[in-house]
C-alpha cells in the first residue's frame, strides 16, 4: 500500500460529463430560459422516443422518489392500502410508499438475483394489498412475467422502480412498461445523469396527465404554457399538487447524457466484464451473468464480501478499499436495518433474511463509465491486495 496513498481517490460513481452537456448548459442559462420550458419539452420526447413510448405518456420530474411518489397518488389506492416492495432498495422506494399515505409490506428477494421474489410477493398478499412496486436491482431485470401475471390476477397496480434500469430489457420489452407506471432516476451516480432529475412513464393516459398535474402543483397548465409566447393563459388549480417539475437546466445535461446512453451502457458492460474475469479466482461472490432474453442494464458491480470465506468482515473490506483511495458504495443494508422503520413497524432484518444477508456482504465497485482502463486496473489490484 506504499505509495498508493499518493494516488487521487476515485471516487464512487462519478459521471462522465462532455464537452456537449456544458455547451448546452450555458446556452440555456444565456438563453434566460432556466425553469421549465423547451430543453424539458425535448428531453421528454427524447426519453420517451429511447423508451418506445408516446411522448404524452412520459412527464420529467426533479427526482425518482417525486416520481414514485406522485406515481403512488395517481395510481389512486384507498388510503392505507398495502404495498408489496423489496427490502433490498434504496429508503426512497419505501418512504415514497409511505408519504402516498400507504402501507409498505416487504417480501424477500431471490439471494442471487437480489430481485423481489414473485413467490414471497405471493405469500405477501392480503385482502389490504393493492399495488407492487418492483425494483429492478443494479440494471437486472425482475421476473417481469411472474410479477404483471400476479398483478393481473389480484388486480394490483403495479409500479417498477427503474432508477438502476434505464436500459433495461425483459423478453424484448422495456423496463418500466410492464406497470402502471415506471419511475426513473437521472440523479448523479445513475445512467443518465442530470445532477437530479427522474422521469415518470405511464401506461394509461388519464394516469400520466394527473401525475404531471400532481408535480406542478395540481396547476392544470404547466409553465411553458403559461410563460410561452402563446399569450397569457389563466391555470387552474385542480388538486394540491406537489413542486417536482424538472428546470431546463438539468434537461440540458439530459438531451446530451441521452444520446451517451447506449455509448456508456456498453463501456460500463466492458468493465463489468472486466471485473467478473479478474475475480473469477477470489473467494467471493460475484454478479449472476444477464439472463438470456434480458438486457442488464449494468448499474451496479457488486461482490459479495462472506467473512467466512474472505477472512474479513465486509466493512473491513470498504476500510481497506478507501486506504487504497477507492470510492465504494454499499447497496443496500436492507430496509429493516433501519432505526426508523424498525420503531415505527416493529420490523427486525431477520425476517427477509435472504436482504439482511445480502446487504451485510454487499460491496459495490466504481463501474461510471468515466473510468479508463488504468483506473479499472487499479480498482482490480486494490480489490487482490486487499483480498490476499
Ligand atoms: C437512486 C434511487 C432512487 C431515488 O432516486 P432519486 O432520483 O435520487 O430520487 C430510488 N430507488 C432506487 C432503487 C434508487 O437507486
Same mark, same amino acid.
Given at each position: 500500500?506504499?505509495?498508493?496513498?499518493?494516488?487521487?481517490?476515485?471516487?464512487?460513481?462519478?459521471?462522465?460529463?462532455?464537452?456537449?452537456?456544458?455547451?448546452?448548459?450555458?446556452?440555456?442559462?444565456?438563453?434566460?430560459?432556466?425553469?421549465?420550458?423547451?430543453?424539458?419539452?425535448?428531453?421528454?420526447?427524447?426519453?420517451?422516443?429511447?423508451?418506445?413510448?408516446?411522448?404524452?405518456?412520459?412527464?420529467?420530474?426533479?427526482?425518482?422518489?417525486?416520481?414514485?411518489?406522485?406515481?403512488?397518488?395517481?395510481?389512486?389506492?384507498?388510503?392505507?392500502?398495502?404495498?408489496?416492495?423489496?427490502?433490498?432498495?434504496?429508503?426512497?422506494?419505501?418512504?415514497?410508499?409511505?408519504?402516498?399515505?400507504?402501507?409498505?409490506?416487504?417480501?424477500?428477494?431471490?439471494?442471487?438475483?437480489?430481485?423481489?421474489?414473485?413467490?414471497?410477493?405471493?405469500?405477501?398478499?392480503?385482502?389490504?394489498?393493492?399495488?407492487?412496486?418492483? !425494483?429492478?436491482? %443494479? #440494471?437486472?431485470?425482475?421476473? $417481469?412475467?411472474? /410479477?404483471? @401475471?400476479?398483478?393481473?390476477? *389480484?388486480? =394490483?397496480?403495479?409500479?417498477?422502480?427503474?432508477?438502476?434500469?434505464?436500459?433495461?430489457?425483459?423478453?424484448?420489452?422495456?423496463?418500466?412498461?410492464?406497470?402502471?407506471?415506471?419511475?426513473?432516476?437521472?440523479?448523479?451516480?445513475?445512467?443518465?445523469?442530470?445532477?437530479?432529475?427522474?422521469?415518470?412513464?405511464?401506461?394509461?393516459?388519464?394516469?400520466?396527465?394527473?401525475?404531471?398535474?400532481?408535480?406542478?402543483?395540481?396547476?392544470?397548465?404547466?409553465?411553458?404554457?403559461?410563460?410561452?409566447?402563446?399569450?397569457?393563459?389563466?391555470?387552474? !388549480?385542480?388538486? %394540491? #399538487?406537489?413542486?417536482?417539475? $424538472?428546470?431546463? /437546466?438539468? @434537461?440540458?445535461?439530459?438531451? *446530451?447524457? =441521452?444520446?451517451?446512453?447506449?455509448?456508456?451502457?456498453?463501456?460500463?458492460?466492458?468493465?463489468?466484464?472486466?471485473?467478473?474475469?479478474?475475480?473469477?479466482?477470489?473467494?467471493?461472490?460475484?454478479?449472476?451473468?444477464?439472463?438470456?432474453?434480458?438486457?442488464?442494464?449494468?448499474?451496479?458491480?457488486?461482490?459479495?464480501?462472506?467473512?467466512?470465506?474472505?477472512?474479513?468482515?465486509?466493512?473491513?473490506?470498504?476500510?481497506?478499499?478507501?486506504?487504497?483511495?477507492?470510492?465504494?458504495?454499499?447497496?443496500?443494508?436492507?430496509?429493516?436495518?433501519?432505526?426508523?422503520?424498525?420503531?415505527?413497524?416493529?420490523?427486525?432484518?431477520?425476517?427477509?433474511?435472504?436482504?439482511?444477508?445480502?446487504?451485510?456482504?454487499?460491496?459495490?465497485?466504481?463501474?461510471?463509465?468515466?473510468?479508463?482502463?488504468?483506473?479499472?486496473?487499479?480498482?482490480?489490484?486494490?480489490?487482490?491486495?486487499?483480498?490476499?
Amino acid at each position: 500500500m506504499s505509495d498508493s496513498s499518493t494516488e487521487p481517490f476515485l471516487v464512487f460513481g462519478a459521471p462522465r460529463i462532455e464537452a456537449a452537456e456544458i455547451a448546452e448548459v450555458e446556452a440555456c442559462l444565456r438563453s434566460g430560459w432556466l425553469g421549465t420550458g423547451p430543453r424539458v419539452a425535448q428531453f421528454e420526447h427524447d426519453f420517451a422516443d429511447y423508451q418506445r413510448v408516446a411522448a404524452g405518456q412520459v412527464a420529467a420530474v426533479n427526482s425518482c422518489t417525486a416520481a414514485l411518489h406522485v406515481s403512488m397518488i395517481a395510481a389512486g389506492l384507498e388510503p392505507g392500502a398495502e404495498v408489496i416492495t423489496t427490502p433490498l432498495t434504496f429508503c426512497a422506494t419505501v418512504n415514497a410508499i409511505l408519504h402516498a399515505g400507504l402501507m409498505p409490506v416487504l417480501a424477500d428477494v431471490d439471494a442471487d438475483t437480489r430481485n423481489i421474489d414473485p413467490a414471497a410477493i405471493e405469500a405477501a398478499i392480503t385482502p389490504r394489498t393493492q399495488a407492487i412496486v418492483a !425494483v429492478h436491482f %443494479a #440494471g437486472r431485470p425482475c421476473q $417481469m412475467d411472474a /410479477i404483471s @401475471a400476479i398483478a393481473r390476477k *389480484h388486480k =394490483l397496480a403495479l409500479i417498477e422502480d427503474c432508477a438502476h434500469a434505464i436500459e433495461t430489457e425483459y423478453r424484448g420489452e422495456k423496463a418500466g412498461s410492464f406497470g402502471d407506471f415506471g419511475c426513473f432516476s437521472f440523479y448523479v451516480t445513475k445512467n443518465v445523469v442530470t445532477g437530479e432529475g427522474g422521469m415518470i412513464v405511464g401506461r394509461d393516459q388519464a394516469h400520466i396527465d394527473r401525475a404531471r398535474v400532481l408535480a406542478l402543483h395540481g396547476m392544470s397548465k404547466d409553465a411553458w404554457h403559461r410563460f410561452g409566447d402563446a399569450g397569457y393563459r389563466h391555470y387552474q !388549480v385542480v388538486e %394540491a #399538487g406537489f413542486k417536482y417539475n $424538472m428546470m431546463d /437546466i438539468q @434537461a440540458a445535461l439530459g438531451i *446530451h447524457q =441521452l444520446r451517451a446512453v447506449e455509448r456508456h451502457w456498453a463501456r460500463r458492460k466492458a468493465i463489468w466484464q472486466r471485473y467478473q474475469h479478474a475475480f473469477a479466482e477470489l473467494p467471493v461472490t460475484r454478479p449472476l451473468e444477464a439472463a438470456p432474453d434480458t438486457r442488464h442494464a449494468y448499474h451496479l458491480y457488486t461482490l459479495m464480501i462472506d467473512e467466512a470465506r474472505c477472512g474479513m468482515t465486509r466493512d473491513g473490506f470498504l476500510d481497506a478499499m478507501n486506504r487504497r483511495r477507492i470510492g465504494t458504495g454499499v447497496h443496500y443494508l436492507s430496509i429493516p436495518e433501519h432505526p426508523y422503520y424498525q420503531q415505527r413497524f416493529g420490523w427486525r432484518p431477520e425476517q427477509w433474511p435472504r436482504a439482511m444477508a445480502n446487504g451485510r456482504q454487499t460491496v459495490s465497485l466504481p463501474l461510471s463509465p468515466a473510468l479508463d482502463d488504468a483506473d479499472v486496473t487499479r480498482v482490480i489490484e486494490a480489490v487482490h491486495a486487499t483480498l490476499r
